[in-house]
């Protein structure tokens, strides 16, 4: 079955960085795009980045600048470099791999960044 498991969250002061990292299997990871969501306490699920198979990326306009995407196809990994992290990035985060009208999410990790 597909598994999407997201690392790396934690809690971290405004300035600082994390690096959340999503291993997938069980899908044909090279043909998927792979995105990057997150849900504040009480907000919707928003998209924060997502680089499609071809290496091509979309990023939020709240995080451009600061945040980074990518994947290395040969480990089945997506990540996102979150640099210059404020408070109003924490939320809990997720990993998603979408190919035509399939849509798999991970189990979301935390990311709290203290001011």
């Known amino acids: 079955q597909v598994q999407l498991v997201e690392s790396g969250g934690g809690l971290v002061q405004a300035g600082g960085s994390l690096r959340l990292s999503c291993a997938a299997s069980?899908?044909?990871?090279?043909?998927?795009?792979m995105g990057w969501y997150r849900q504040a306490p009480g907000k919707q699920r928003e998209l924060v980045a997502v680089i499609n198979s071809s290496g091509s990326t979309n990023y939020a306009d709240s995080v451009k600048g600061r945040f980074t995407i990518s994947r290395d196809n040969a480990e089945k990994t997506v990540y996102l470099q979150m640099n210059s992290l404020i408070p109003e990035d924490t939320a809990v985060y997720y990993c998603n791999a979408r190919r035509v009208i399939y849509t798999y999410w991970g189990q979301g990790t935390q990311v709290t960044v203290s001011s």
């Open positions: 069980g899908i044909t990871f090279s043909t998927h795009a």
